[in-house]
């Protein structure tokens, strides 16, 4: 199997990033071949924009197809259990949006499924997968900085009137919608071992999400990090290491990072320009997730090492606990 078959899972703008996405890696190792929506004539429109061979309006049909390797996932975080689940027991390979389920016992659930169906399952967070994240890991590896001793990494949008951020029903709220992306860099930084301690701080929404939060979390060894986020304005959107011989700095865009400073010196890793318009900056960059995946089940591997099935139990083990404390429950916590 040398092309890797995708099927495109909801026609949403997620979804069509990842599809252009797709489109800047050679054509003999990825093609889309099928698209599903709940309504037929939003995937007949994408399957027409991104000359994909079939579009099918319902989840269902698209698991039924025998000409599919793996699905991407790019619906509203409370349906990837249900969604994730309907592929994995079709014998489907998935790649799932961030957060890969509401909570731990969800994303549980979700590799329970893919151990049952012997299936790779991988929660898409690209952020690991970009040629600036593999650099930072690689010095970290080679203590170019010396012992890591301070983690800090924010991200802020003015989301405020955007429904799915908001909204409960909608798994809205600043952690699970972008504060995420603070928690795995992280977690990322310290090879994905679990915190000694967490500590949360937040502001809700009328609707019951988090506007803002800031999770503190202490590692062993005297290490510390700190998370912002927030979906009420524009922060930097930065992050540093701080270590005892040096400090690695991503200066912007810290989910989708395309320069780093290493002790105050830059490297700029671009991404490839898109043939479509986007609707999210950087959005090419999700080709690298999805070279990730291709080199995973082309060596009949489960899952990824960059991002494990332990990275996302851990990722939302430290999101719940983080909501706990700040008091934001969805219908799923108590399901």
Request: hydrophobic share 45%; glycine share 6%.
């Amino acid at each position: 199997m040398m092309a890797l078959r995708w099927g495109i899972c909801s026609a949403g703008k997620i979804s069509h990033d990842f599809t252009v996405a797709l489109r800047t890696l050679p054509a003999e190792q990825h093609q889309v071949v099928a698209v599903a929506a709940r309504e037929l004539a939003h995937a007949q429109e994408f399957a027409q924009k991104h000359s994909i061979p079939r579009a099918y309006g319902s989840y269902e049909e698209l698991a039924e197809d025998p000409e599919i390797d793996v699905v991407y996932v790019g619906t509203i975080h409370p349906h990837h259990l249900r969604v994730g689940l309907l592929f994995m027991n079709a014998k489907k390979n998935v790649l799932c949006e961030k957060p890969l389920a509401m909570n731990l016992k969800e994303v549980q659930q979700m590799i329970s499924a893919a151990r049952r169906s012997d299936v790779f399952l991988m929660e898409a967070v690209w952020t690991r997968f970009f040629p600036a994240s593999l650099e930072i890991s690689r010095l970290l590896s080679q203590n170019a900085i010396g012992q890591v001793k301070l983690v800090r990494a924010d991200f802020g949008a003015a989301l405020l009137g955007v429904p799915r951020a908001v909204q409960k029903h909608l798994g809205g709220g600043a952690l699970l919608d972008i504060g995420i992306y603070c928690v795995q860099f992280v977690l990322m930084v310290f090879n994905g071992e679990k915190p000694e301690q967490i500590q949360a701080s937040g502001v809700c929404l009328d609707t019951g999400v988090d506007e803002a939060m800031v999770v503190t979390l202490k590692f062993s060894g005297h290490r510390l990090a700190v998370c912002t986020c927030t979906v009420a304005a524009e922060l930097p959107n930065e992050a540093l290491i701080v270590g005892t011989e040096g400090s690695i700095k991503v200066p912007a865009h810290m989910w989708c990072p395309t320069s780093l400073l290493v002790n105050g010196v830059e490297t700029q890793f671009p991404v490839p320009d898109p043939h479509l318009p986007l609707n999210f900056i950087n959005s090419t960059g999700m080709r690298y997730e999805a070279e990730e995946v291709r080199r995973c089940v082309l060596a009949g591997l489960k899952e990824s090492s960059r991002m494990s099935h332990a990275d996302s139990a851990l990722l939302a083990d430290i999101m719940d606990e983080a909501r706990r404390q700040v008091g934001v429950v969805y219908s799923q916590d108590s399901q």
